[in-house]
């Protein structure tokens, strides 16, 4: 603050007037207002305060100043406290304003008179969608202070509407983001009214940006739209009372008379909603989406896709929860938890698991697409079943819940995926055929109608691949090759258009804190399903995994807690030829009529950490079947109910530790680098002669690394039965004498 002698020659100096002083003598001076006390103390304090009255300018202040105290010292006073926002000036001009007005903008930092006089002098226009009155959103302007002007050349324009996602926004928002014209959106309709957010064309989101999270959560809606051949939201029987559209009414008269006095905050980019029936309030944060088709760059997903996945040196951090990561679980929910909302958010929200013990940490989020299916059945799966985290803090749980959903959403088709359209003999060695990575048997396909009546949607198999239909593809970089190749759209994305001899499913999907991350998890999955399918297969007896050995109090309060649930748990080793540690761990009860057998799975470079992974997803699944109610069972998957009714260690012996193969011993050495990792996980693959694929499916609106890793003839552990490494490798391992036959394979899918 510059204080030479006096500021425009009519401006006084004082305290802001939302502040009050009191001075107790010889302690400090203390400053009210309506948010708190300030307490100031220094030397001369209680003087100066007695002469920041604003009744002086900086001149008359400093001649009232007695003559033993330094001028400079009185200057350098003023200037720490005007840049702590304690004192501010104050002219003629302010005498006409009302004091308590002017008190409310010295509040916010800005220049009241200014503040003030922009909020009288500004001209706001009100316009209404469909049958929403104007009248109420006008008048409370009015009251504001505000000038509200019939046409629509306004300052700043307020649209009042019943449903955000109404079809006639579109046109005002493409109206004023031509004129280069904030507006305002307000919905003062409902049991629960939404303010905001100030749609600012080049900076902020536009309304499309919002109508795209919007129309996300609300699945059914958009389900029986579609299936009635109707556009748009879907009508809803008036719900209004004047008191609570007056209550939106006034939060947007204040919403814009701050706007126009030039105060900024986050809230102004945020849904403001009011639950009139409880008075809670909630916020909704509204982010730009980079490839918005408006106001963004709707190439951009393409061009991502047709860019080489460059990996780079990648330093691992401590305590990264259930892996090597390249940031710590509450680093990436602070990154990402404004995407956590049922209005403006990719997830609606992220809750424990309420069944079970909270030892657990079972965290639910979301649907999982992995999960869907077809007309109606698809939505209830849609909506049921869920995105999970699992993790031996709730932290890592409720940080796992959130990454996997929004990895779901990143992996599900959005329509602006780069797409060929061809036919594979038509694209030669480019092309990837889809049955070295789906893996269906002849005989499958043969019998398909009979075993897609009988089974899950997660066992569907598909029609045989007509390698001269034509349908879409995409390209996915080579790790190995250096090269992009095709695979099928429909393989690599859930929802894509429908082809009848691919599908969409979850193997080798992954998101981490970095890209590097994503795709060291994504290949850990992939290992970790591979070995799992050769044991459950061939049913083959595989060694135990001493738990004691590893000294780990978790593990020992984990298994406690499973024999207060009437249950035992162990582990078995499953690492097959790539020498990557792999665990199932088993749990069964021992105290009732059924054994409910459940299972963990978990993959890692470090054996403490494949441990702790199979183990904590055992916990994750185990709430399914803990004090299942009869309504619960009947919601179960077809394939698990099946299993939990019938499967015991003695019917299925091969869950039980092998009696005569010995324990694994495990060599580990730790590396810094995560890129490290990755690039000794490719070698191994490539060894096996083995091709290791990526898609960067990360969506610029939201940040957060997604890939979808792909290794044509790793197996998935879902009932897929072709030749391969499933026959080939229980040989090779020396667990199995000759390749088992298919009949003679596990006919129960794996449901997990």
Not at 45 to 59: C, K, M, N
Not at 360 to 387: H, K, P, Q, V
Not at 476 to 482: I, N, R
Not at 670 to 692: F, K, N, S, T
Request: hydrophobic letters at 40%; one cysteine or more; a negative charge.
């Amino acid at each position: 603050m510059t204080v030479e002698g006096g500021h425009g020659g009519t401006e006084r100096i004082g305290f802001k007037r939302h502040l009050r002083p009191e001075v107790v003598k010889g302690e400090a001076v203390y400053l009210f207002s309506d948010s708190g006390v300030t307490a100031i103390r220094g030397q001369h304090i209680e003087l100066l305060a007695s002469l920041l009255d604003g009744t002086r300018d900086v001149d008359s202040l400093l001649r009232d100043v007695p003559a033993h105290v330094p001028s400079e010292q009185i200057r350098k006073m003023l200037g720490r406290l005007h840049t702590a926002g304690l004192i501010g000036w104050q002219s003629d001009e302010s005498l006409a304003a009302e004091e308590a007005a002017l008190a409310y903008w010295d509040a916010t930092g800005l220049d009241p008179v200014a503040a003030s006089t922009s909020t009288t002098t500004a001209r706001v226009s009100v316009t209404g969608v469909g049958d929403c009155l104007t009248e109420p959103m006008a008048g409370a302007l009015r009251e504001a202070g505000v000038e509200v002007v019939a046409d629509a050349a306004g300052d700043l324009t307020v649209v009042v509407c019943a449903d955000y996602l109404a079809p006639e926004l579109a046109a005002i928002d493409a109206a004023h983001r031509a004129a280069n014209r904030p507006w305002l959106i307000v919905k003062p309709v409902g049991t629960q009214v939404w303010v905001g957010p100030f749609f600012t064309p080049g900076e902020s989101a536009c309304w499309h940006c919002l109508a795209a999270r919007l129309s996300a959560n609300r699945p059914a809606e958009a389900h029986v739209q579609a299936a009635s051949g109707q556009r748009g939201p879907a009508a809803r029987p008036a719900v209004f009372l004047p008191s609570v559209s007056g209550t939106a009414a006034q939060v947007a008269a204040l919403e814009t008379t701050k706007w126009l006095a030039g105060y900024r905050h986050d809230g102004q980019r945020e849904v403001w909603a009011y639950d009139s029936l409880t008075t809670r309030v909630s916020h909704h944060t509204v982010t730009a989406r980079p490839q918005c088709r408006a106001c963004g760059d709707p190439e951009a997903l393409r061009e991502q896709a047709n860019r080489p996945v460059r990996l780079q040196s990648r330093t691992k951090v401590a305590g990264a929860g259930g892996g090597h990561r390249s940031s710590k679980p509450r680093d990436v929910l602070a990154r990402y938890q404004h995407l956590i909302s049922p209005i403006t958010g990719i997830v609606k929200e992220v809750r424990r698991d309420p069944r079970g013990p909270e030892f657990l940490n079972s965290y639910l989020a979301g649907g999982n697409l992995a999960a869907t299916g077809r007309g109606l059945d698809g939505l209830w799966s849609t909506l049921r079943c869920e995105s999970g985290g699992k993790g031996a803090t709730p932290l890592d749980a409720k940080v796992g819940a959130l990454c996997e959903a929004l990895e779901r959403h990143s992996a599900s088709f959005h329509g602006d995926e780069a797409v060929l359209r061809a036919s594979f003999r038509s694209l030669g060695e480019q092309a990837i055929h889809p049955d070295t990575c789906q893996l269906f048997h002849p005989r499958q396909f043969a019998d398909r109608a009979r075993w897609n009546d009988r089974h899950s949607a997660f066992q569907y198999v598909t029609e045989a691949f007509d390698e001269n239909a034509e349908l879409d593809w995409t390209p996915v970089w080579s790790l190995t090759g250096e090269h992009h190749r095709l695979l099928p759209t429909g393989m690599l994305y859930f929802g894509a258009p429908a082809h009848p001899g691919v599908i969409a499913d979850s193997n080798g999907c992954a998101a981490g804190s970095s890209i590097e991350d994503a795709v060291l998890q994504g290949m850990l999955e992939l290992i970790e399903r591979d070995a799992v399918a050769l044991w459950w297969y061939n049913r083959t007896p595989m060694p135990a995994v001493d738990l004691d050995s590893f000294a780990d109090p978790w593990i020992t309060e984990m298994r406690e807690v499973h024999r207060g649930l009437g249950r035992e748990v162990w582990v078995l080793d499953l690492t097959a030829d790539l020498d990557i540690p792999v665990m199932a761990a088993v749990s069964r009860r021992i105290d009732g009529p059924r054994e409910d057998v459940m299972f963990g799975f978990g993959a890692h470079l470090d054996p403490h950490i494949a441990l702790r992974r199979c183990l904590t997803e055992l916990n994750q699944v185990l709430p399914a079947v803990v004090d299942l109610t009869p309504a619960a069972w009947r919601e179960l998957d077809t394939d698990l109910r099946q299993w939990l009714s019938t499967a015991t260690v003695a019917n299925q012996p091969y869950l039980l530790p092998s009696t005569t193969t010995p324990a694994v011993q495990h060599r580990y050495s730790w590396q810094p680098d995560l890129h490290a990792d990755v690039r000794m996980i490719q070698a191994r693959l490539e060894a096996l002669g083995l091709e290791v694929l990526v898609l960067d499916q990360t969506r610029p609106d939201i940040g957060l690394p997604v890939v979808k890793v792909i290794v044509p003839g790793l197996r998935h552990f879902w009932s897929r039965l072709a030749r391969g490494r499933l026959y080939d490798v229980p040989v090779t391992l020396g667990r199995l004498d000759k390749p088992s036959a298919y009949d003679e394979l596990n006919p129960i899918p794996l449901f997990m």
